[in-house]
């Protein structure tokens, strides 16, 4: 089965620094990957996805993850942190020949001025 | 274009009361998925459809729950006999037809309080 694993349930950046949100992933072979944003009282919204053309995904509002495969790992950046930003963030991984997608716990970015 | 709209935003019932939930998916989207994410958790899967085929239920945690869709249009979510433990945001998100297309788009969500 496949499974992620974020790594923080937190994270707390200023307004200006880089952001990193990790996330681990477990399959079998090469693995659908994407990131979703929750903002508060608000939908799921797609930010990236990963699906095999390249390794560096570019997203949205700025965001991007690089897919290492040698370390598992698909990790979620930005360059510089917005106070928008601030949302819950899940790393999700696809399974299964109907595409359930299987989530992480999620991680809570704050951010602060 | 419209969303995936879900109704009603939210829901307070009283435990052992049935409560029944709406999905209405992206026009044309052929795949639709039950989700519920508990309070400070990710989504668990519940149930799929996909068009007139028989319905993967694999993630309905009890025979309480149940789920119905009509072709590609309306879901509509049933609880039975609710639980306090059925408190969550129930999450509703449907996927175009086609090779490649992966994205599951999302519904608000219901948040439903079990008394």
């Known amino acids: 089965a496949q499974s992620v694993t974020q790594l923080d349930s937190h994270v707390s950046v200023s307004e200006g620094t880089p952001v990193l949100l990790r996330c681990n992933y477990s399959?079998?072979?090469?693995?659908?990957l994407f990131w979703y944003v929750q903002h508060p009282n608000k939908g799921l919204q797609l930010l990236l996805k990963?699906?095999?053309?390249?390794?560096l995904v570019k997203g949205i509002n700025g965001f991007e993850a690089e897919f290492k495969k040698s370390e598992t790992s698909f990790h979620l950046t930005k360059p510089s942190a917005h106070m928008s930003d601030a949302a819950e963030y899940f790393c999700?991984?696809?399974?299964?020949?109907?595409?359930?997608?299987?989530f992480g716990t999620g991680t809570r970015l704050l951010v602060s001025p | 274009g419209a969303g995936v709209s879900q109704s009603p935003s939210n829901k307070v019932t009283e435990k052992g009361k049935d409560v029944e939930l709406r999905c209405d998916p992206i026009?044309?989207?052929?795949?639709l998925y039950w989700y519920r994410q508990r309070l400070g958790q990710g989504l668990e899967f519940l149930i799929y459809?996909?068009?007139?085929?028989?319905?993967?239920k694999s993630g309905l945690p009890s025979d309480r729950f149940s789920a119905e869709r009509t072709g590609e249009s309306v879901s509509t979510l049933t609880i039975q006999r609710t639980q306090q433990e059925d408190s969550a945001v129930y999450l509703c998100?449907?996927?175009?037809?086609?090779?490649?297309?992966?994205?599951?788009?999302f519904g608000p969500g219901t948040r439903l309080t079990v008394l």
């Open positions: 459809f996909q068009g007139n085929s028989a319905p993967d």
């Open positions: 399959s079998s072979y090469s693995p659908s």
């Open positions: 990963y699906t095999s053309a390249a390794t």
């Open positions: 999700v991984v696809i399974e299964g020949g109907f595409q359930k997608l299987v």
């Open positions: 026009s044309g989207h052929t795949a």
């Open positions: 998100a449907s996927r175009p037809p086609g090779l490649g297309t992966d994205t599951q788009y």
